[in-house]
C-alpha cells in the first residue's frame, strides 16, 4: 500500500535558524496537504498543494511539492519558538481506488531553543 | 463557529467492553474520517465516509467499525476494545471528498486496560 516517508524525525534549532522537513511517497499523489500539531492539541490544516511543481508561500513558510508529485518539502525561514510543534504531510493517492484514503507521514519535532 | 465535536474526550476502559466514540461536524461537510496517533507512526487512517451510508477502511481499520447514518456523525465503534487500542483519537471533516481543508476534532484518549 502507499507508504508516506517523513524526515527528520526530530529537529532541534536556535531560533533564527531555518527549518526544512522533507515528504516522499512511495506512489503518485493527487495533492499533498501539511498540518501543525502543536503540543497536546490536534493538527491543524496549514496548506494543500494540488500541481506539478508548486510552490506556495505563508509568510515565512515555503511549501513545495514534486514536479512527479511524489515528494514534498516544508521550508521556515528564520524559525521563532512559536513554530515549535510536529509537522506533518498527508497525501492523497492519485489512484483510481480507495479515492479517500489520506495517508499520514510519521511527522518531524521542531523544537527551537530561544 | 466550525467545529468537530468527539465524545468522550478521555476514557479509560477494560478490555472486551464495547464503546463508541462520536464525531459530529457543524460544517455539512460530506467527508469525514478517524485517524488514530501513536508515538513515532503519525497518524493512522482507521475509516473514511465519503457521503451518508458511504463508507470504507483506511489502513488500520481492524478491531473498528463506524457508521454514517447522518451527514453530521460519524460514530467509531469498538466492538471489543484490546489494550493494543490504547491511542489518541482524532475524527475529521473536510468538504470536496477530503480535498479542502480538513477540519480536525480536538481528540480523544483511549485506555484500554
Known amino acids: 500500500g502507499q507508504q508516506v516517508m517523513q524526515i527528520p524525525q526530530y529537529q532541534h534549532v536556535q531560533e533564527g535558524e531555518d527549518f526544512t522537513t522533507y515528504c516522499n511517497s512511495s506512489?503518485?499523489?493527487?495533492?499533498i496537504q501539511w498540518y501543525k500539531q502543536r503540543p497536546g492539541g490536534h493538527p491543524v490544516f496549514l496548506i494543500q498543494l494540488v500541481k506539478s511543481g508548486e510552490v506556495k508561500k505563508q509568510k515565512r513558510l515555503t511549501f513545495q511539492f514534486g514536479e512527479a508529485k511524489k515528494n514534498s518539502s516544508l521550508h521556515i525561514t528564520a524559525t521563532q519558538t512559536t513554530d515549535v510543534g510536529t509537522y506533518f504531510c498527508a497525501g492523497f493517492n492519485a489512484g483510481g481506488t480507495s479515492y479517500g484514503k489520506l495517508t499520514f507521514g510519521q511527522g518531524t519535532i521542531l523544537t527551537v531553543h530561544p | 463557529e466550525a467545529q468537530v465535536t468527539q465524545n468522550p474526550r478521555y476514557l479509560i476502559t477494560v478490555t472486551g467492553k464495547k464503546l463508541t466514540v462520536t464525531c459530529s461536524q457543524n460544517m455539512n461537510h460530506e467527508y469525514m474520517s478517524w485517524y488514530r496517533q501513536d508515538p513515532g507512526l503519525g497518524l493512522r487512517q482507521i475509516y473514511y465516509?465519503?457521503?451518508?451510508?458511504?463508507?470504507d477502511k483506511g489502513d488500520v481499520p481492524e478491531g473498528y467499525k463506524v457508521s454514517r447514518k447522518e451527514k453530521r456523525n460519524f460514530p467509531l465503534i469498538l466492538e471489543s476494545p484490546s489494550p493494543n487500542q490504547t491511542s489518541l483519537y482524532f475524527c475529521?471533516?473536510?468538504?470536496?471528498?477530503?480535498?479542502?481543508?480538513?477540519?480536525f476534532g480536538e481528540g480523544s484518549w483511549l485506555t484500554v486496560v
Open positions: 506512489t503518485t499523489l493527487s495533492n
Open positions: 465516509s465519503m457521503n451518508v451510508e458511504v463508507t
Open positions: 475529521a471533516s473536510s468538504s470536496g471528498q477530503g480535498r479542502n481543508t480538513i477540519y
